[in-house]
């Protein structure tokens, strides 16, 4: 497997992406013909990797179904979504019109188009649900129109035509590595030493139970000799949990957050699970 040489930008926003820490993860990928992330997020590892096939998931149904939107139907996508990107939809009336419609919309594609929307629109990328399930970020107050991301929808697009898009738990998408896989995950993080993380990415949450699931899921596919990597913050509890892995820490700069004190340079590590 080699790293894209130039790789294209993810097109929404998303807590916890990897661009800026692509040098840290991509390099310690091994070899493979397919790559499955389980929490595929915004995208960038498999933006940045040359893989033969994609098996891309994540328990954020709407996020998934934004990616199958792009892929399978990329034309008629951006005629919807691009009209949400003008002057008459920056104000915080319209956002809440559209996040209204978005968490009652039936058909797929103009929900797709209205969650890139929000995406963009709404505050420091966040991607937050109630109890109920129903969407409620608040408006950002963007001072100007964002960008329509058209040149990086049409590369996401055209890169997927390798990949496969599910909504589903982690354990179904690693249960089904075979040892010509290689797997990356990248979960909503553990809290750090003192410090709370962000997990509501969807509807579900993410607990320490399910964390200690992942990292005992990621250990019994070694023993099928699939390789496994995880990222998660650097603490105490990420190190009990992945102990027998190669650990790799370093540095990551954090700015999109809900609160402006969480941003900055925060601890990480990558776990690498190796049949070797």
């Not at 409620?136 to 990086?152: A, I, S």
């Amino acid at each position: 497997m080699l790293p894209e040489a130039s790789p294209a930008r993810p097109f929404i926003k998303w807590i916890g992406g990897k661009s800026r820490i692509l040098q840290q993860i991509v390099p310690r990928l091994p070899p493979g013909r397919r790559l499955i992330e389980p929490f595929v997020g915004g995208g960038s590892i498999f933006l940045a990797t040359r893989y033969e096939e994609y098996l891309l998931g994540d328990a954020n149904a709407h996020l998934v179904e934004l990616y199958q939107a792009v892929s399978q139907n990329r034309d008629e996508f951006v005629r919807v979504a691009e009209m949400y990107f003008n002057e008459q939809y920056r104000t915080a009336e319209q956002y809440l019109s559209v996040r209204s419609a978005f968490n009652s919309e039936q058909e797929a594609l103009t929900r797709a188009a209205q969650f890139l929307y929000l995406n963009r629109h709404g505050f420091n990328g966040l991607c937050r649900y109630n109890k109920a399930g129903g969407f409620n970020t608040p408006y950002g107050h963007p001072k100007r129109v964002p960008r329509f991301p058209l040149d990086e929808i049409v590369a996401f697009s055209e890169k997927a035509q390798r990949a496969t898009f599910v909504s589903a738990d982690f354990s179904e998408l690693m249960d089904a590595a075979t040892p010509d896989d290689v797997v990356y995950c990248d979960p909503p993080y553990l809290d750090r030493d003192g410090a709370r993380s962000f997990t509501g990415y969807g509807p579900g949450g993410f607990d320490i139970q399910r964390q200690e699931e992942l990292a005992s899921t990621a250990k019994r596919l070694v023993g099928r000799g699939v390789t496994v990597l995880v990222s998660n913050h650097d603490c105490e509890k990420a190190r009990q949990l992945y102990a027998g892995a190669k650990i790799f820490s370093f540095t990551a700069r954090r700015s999109v957050s809900a609160a402006v004190d969480k941003r900055g340079e925060v601890g990480e590590l990558l776990a690498v699970f190796s049949p070797e």
